[in-house]
């Protein structure tokens, strides 16, 4: 699950990341004034105004402001409040004591996959887009993947200045920046984050360095630990996807994709080899669909309606393959799913092989379903799914 700033930069707090002044959480133009109000009357000679949404490039997007007075902030408010930033609407704001930037570095820990380990990027060129820096100037950019059993006893503060020295960071700020290193590195292993990423990490003009935004992402898999990440559930902050969390709610596996070809079979190997079927047949899967073991009338139709349900699926792909599901069971399933569903504009093109494979075609071909193909192969299957897709 991914945190906004806010949420990100509360869970350094805790863990001992120097964060800004800690600011107030708004939804209206009024609350973000008196929120303004209150922190200019305190110790801020500006404020903050900064979007909460789940996407980076706010400041390019119009979605941070600073502001030196109560009419500012309400000027900011009215234009971030309903501001669409690559698709996310900004229904919560965040109004923070503002800092004074001397300069902008860039810090981060993330699981690398390819390299099994924890990998902590460092940069003095930090503000920016740290991909861009990379291609323009990839020796500004200090990249360390540490293997867990480096680590095991946490990031070692000799490692940690190792990194922030290789990355120039300047010789005042090396202690503060070896120490802050180590507690996010804590952070990221102990709040079980698979991202934790600060972009600008700054140093204010009395040479304290504190993270000035936040990007964490936490491992759904260790939800279990933390009380199911309920202290995050915010209203106002949008799921990563509706579908996706509505799949979540209902027990199915479910993967939002960007193609248009709908994918549901039975069992996590199976779906894989389908998404690449199609696209071995120059179509994109919308989704990973795994309907499971069971395969019943009631899990089908869940999850067609669920695949249906996306505007961007124009046919669907149902890949099945009996073994202890039998073949009857998936068509009789298929067939009550559709009735049940009613009227949808995409075709099915439904391929079954395994046990009682053919049984169940024959279920399919009798129920004469107007909106069904049968298929005899996997290939012939996505050849067709895409065919659709394409036609529809
Ligand atoms: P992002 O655009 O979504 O990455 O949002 P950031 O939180 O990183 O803010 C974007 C930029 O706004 C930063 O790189 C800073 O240059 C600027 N900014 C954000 N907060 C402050 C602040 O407290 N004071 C000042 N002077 N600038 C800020
Ligand atoms: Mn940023």
């Known amino acids: 699950m991914d945190l906004v700033e806010f949420q990100g930069k509360q869970l350094f707090a805790r ?22 109000q209150k922190h200019l009357e305190g110790d801020a000679s500006a404020v903050v105004v900064k979007a ?4 980076g490039g706010r400041g390019k997007a119009g979605g941070v402001k600073l502001a030196t007075n109560v009419d500012e902030a309400r000027e900011h408010a009215g234009s971030i409040l309903g501001l669409d930033i690559k698709g996310h609407i900004v229904e919560v704001v965040y109004v923070e004591p503002a800092s004074d930037i001397a300069e902008e570095y860039y810090l981060s820990v993330m699981h690398d996959r390819v390299n099994k380990g924890h990998l902590i990027i460092c940069s003095r060129e930090g503000g920016v887009d740290i991909e861009e820096v990379n291609r323009t100037n990839p020796d500004a950019v200090i990249k360390r993947t540490l293997t867990p059993s480096e680590t095991a006893d946490g990031l070692s503060p000799e490692v940690a200045r190792d990194i922030v020295t290789a990355a120039n960071l300047p010789a005042e700020v090396l202690d503060q920046a070896t120490d802050l290193l180590v507690n996010l590195f804590a952070a990221y292993r102990d709040e079980d984050a698979t991202l934790a990423e600060i972009n600008p990490l700054i140093r204010t003009e009395d040479d304290r360095v504190i993270a000035l935004d936040s990007k964490v992402t936490l491992d759904d898999s260790a939800a279990f630990r933390h009380d199911g990440y309920a202290d995050w559930k915010l209203d106002g902050l949008e799921a990563n996807d509706p579908l996706e969390a509505e799949a979540q709610a209902k027990g199915i596996q479910y993967v939002k994709l960007d193609g248009e070809v709908g994918v549901l079979g039975n069992g996590a190997g199976l779906v894989m080899a389908t998404l690449d079927v199609v696209a071995q047949n120059d179509g994109r899967a919308a989704n990973f ?11 089908i139709t869940q999850s067609l309606d669920l695949v249906l349900r996306d505007p961007d699926v124009k046919s669907v792909f149902i890949n099945i393959f009996g073994g202890i599901t039998r073949g009857e069971e998936v068509a009789n399933g298929v067939v009550e799913a559709t009735q049940r569903l009613g009227d949808f504009p995409q075709k099915l093109v439904v391929r079954l092989d395994g046990t009682n494979a053919e049984e169940g075609r024959a279920i399919l071909e009798g129920a004469d379903l107007p909106n069904v193909v049968a298929a005899a192969t996997m290939q012939e299957a996505a050849a067709t799914a895409v065919e659709l897709a394409r036609s529809a």
């Not at 669909?289 to 395969?295: C, K, N, R």
């Open 15 to 36: 863990n001992d990341v120097p964060v800004p002044p800690v600011g107030s959480v708004c939804r209206t133009v009024d609350e973000i004034v008196a929120a303004a």
């Open 289 to 299: 669909l795994d309907v499971g073991g069971g395969a019943s009338a009631d899990a």
């Open 52 to 55: 909460q949404v789940k996407t």
